[in-house]
């Protein structure tokens, strides 16, 4: 017993996502002497939902993915190949299988909070679990639930489900310190799967706000303003991919870190989202558009650097007929904006 509350100990301790799946994957390994612990995500819709591995503790050692910028080795399939997989997740039933490929026994058991299934933890073991094994391992998984559920309170938006303000700062942080380590030099050799994350392309920030949104709540009323507010939320999530990241930064004001390989690549993407905005029927509203600056995260800048330099991108599309996507680095070029001296803050509304 004083065993377990030590591993449970250790896992209320973290704060950081990744962190908090290790330790319960470590635990459970241990305690029930798994030959492998595994935890997935899911990520996409449909027939294109997708189980991406991001913790992994087993005989041959322990792997996982960092919050933002998962190594490029963990492994994602298809979850429509994992029959089991799929029964679990769709029925959120516990499923065991005899492994074929590598013998032993692999149960896999639901990850559910408020808004569904989030994901799979799968542990392996030589023998079917026993009603305690078992026991434990839902038990930790209920931990882990609940801790995941007091995290997305904390980490989310309560009218649009997105990110917050809180946790766009510890993203933008975690990506710098990345960054940074990818830059070292003569050390780089000490680091070379981070190494290989950063030949993968670079990370973009996008500031994007509604257009005349004061108008809407006045027009129509704050109930409908914030209908408009979830409505974009929900087209968000579907312009962009399960890897980038989404925060609403408070009123009509919204943040998207995107990885891409070139600019072009950025533009394209956030172009496709203000189509996707301006030709979707708002109910009673009708038609919105949302106008969008972005710039390069680059090793060196600081976080209000980098959302001033979107900001004022986004305030030359706004001052320049709204509805339009503006690059701080293409405006840079052409001479319409300066360069910009640090900030003391990092952002303004509109």
Same mark, same amino acid.
């Given at each position: 017993?004083?065993?377990?509350l ?6 209320t ?5 990744a962190?908090?799946?290790? /330790?319960?994957?470590?635990a ?20 294109t ?30 979850l429509d190949?994992r ?10 039933q516990?499923?065991?299988r ?15 909070v408020?808004?569904g ?19 434990t391992a839902?038990?930790?998984? /209920? ?5 995941l ?9 309560t009218?649009?489900?997105m990110?917050?303000?809180?946790t ?9 310190s990345s ?36 108008r809407?709540?006045d027009q129509f009323?704050?109930l409908?303003?914030?209908?408009v507010l ?6 968000m999530?579907?312009s ?10 408070g009123?009509?004001?919204?943040v998207?870190i ?10 394209n ?11 979707y ?9 949302a ?11 600081t976080?209000p ?19 339009q996507?503006?690059?701080y ?10 360069v ?5 803050s990092?952002?303004?509304?509109f």
């Open positions: 017993m004083i065993h377990v030590k591993h449970v100990e250790s896992i301790q973290h704060r950081d996502r962190l908090l799946e290790l /330790g319960v994957a470590s459970l390994f241990e305690l029930v002497k798994a030959r492998e612990v595994n935890l997935y995500k899911i990520v996409g819709e449909g027939a939902r997708c189980l991406e591995r991001m913790t992994h503790v087993g005989q041959d050692g322990v792997r996982y993915a960092q919050e933002f910028g998962a190594d490029g080795d963990m492994d994602a399939v298809l190949t029959p089991e997989m799929v029964a679990c997740v769709d029925h959120a516990i499923i065991r005899e492994r074929e490929d590598h013998g032993g026994h692999a149960h896999c058991f639901p990850i559910s408020d808004r299934v989030l994901g799979v933890l799968e542990v392996t073991c030589d023998a079917p679990l026993t009603d305690d094994d078992l026991g839902e038990g930790f998984l /209920g931990l882990y639930r609940n801790y559920s007091l995290l997305d309170y904390s980490e989310r938006d009218l649009t489900g990110l917050n303000r809180k766009f700062d510890e993203n933008l942080a975690k990506i710098l960054m940074s380590v990818g830059q070292v030099g003569d050390d780089e050799r000490s680091y070379p799967r981070r190494r290989r994350q950063q030949d993968d392309g670079g990370h973009w920030l996008a500031v994007v706000d509604v257009d005349h949104f004061k809407i709540n009323g704050h409908y303003g914030d209908e979830i409505l974009l939320a929900r087209i999530r579907d962009f991919r399960h890897q980038d990241r989404l925060f609403r930064f009123g009509e004001e919204f998207v995107l990885r891409a390989a070139c600019e072009d690549e950025v533009q993407a956030l172009e496709r989202f203000r189509l996707a905005v301006e030709a029927a708002f109910p009673q509203v009708g038609r919105v558009t106008s969008t600056g972005y710039t390069r995260i680059t090793p060196t800048d976080i650097e980098i959302v001033g330099r979107a900001d004022e991108a986004l305030y030359f599309a706004k001052e320049n007929g709204r509805n996507v503006a690059s680095e293409t405006l840079r070029v052409a001479g319409k904006v300066s910009r001296e640090k900030p003391d990092d952002i303004e509304l």
